[in-house]
Nanobody, 122 residues
Framework: QVQLVESGGGLVQGGGSLRLSCVASGRTFSSYPMGWFRQAPGKEREFVAATGRSGILKRYADSVKGRFTIFRDNVKSTAYLQMNSLKPEDTAVYYC???????????????WGQGTQVTVSS
């Protein structure tokens, strides 16, 4: 079992930045590729970014490429999502997830955090 706890969400003006953190406990963090997803009001949850066990391989949704960066610190058992140039359409609850491989498909992730709210004002 892996327990994931996100933090770092909040209210920010458009063009601003936030860094989300996802702290893992339980089984060895470095064994799991990590992903970030988000769900906006009235919409389905969507893929944002993912990284492999070492943090070298990364994938991004087209909507966040060049603005968001996923990275991890296996010593601290923490995954991060650095979000720059935020837009109102980035407003959502952000979730981190741990899985078996790098994938954009949420059903292929085994463990999920409770989510953290990000609100971007115009």
């Amino acid at each position: 079992q892996v327990q994931l706890v996100e933090s770092g969400g909040g209210l920010v003006q458009g063009g601003g930045s936030l860094r989300l953190s996802c702290v893992a406990s339980g089984r060895t963090f470095s064994s799991y590729p990590m992903g970030w997803f988000r769900q906006a009001p009235g919409k389905e949850r969507e893929f944002v970014a993912a990284t492999g066990r070492s943090g070298i391989l990364k994938r991004y949704a087209d909507s966040v490429k060049g603005r968001f960066t996923i990275f991890r610190d296996n010593v601290k058992s923490t995954a991060y999502l650095q979000m720059n140039s935020l837009k109102p359409e980035d407003t959502a609850v952000y979730y981190c997830a741990a899985g078996s491989w790098i994938t954009t498909v949420q059903d292929e992730y085994d463990y999920w955090g409770q989510g953290t709210q990000v609100t971007v004002s115009s």
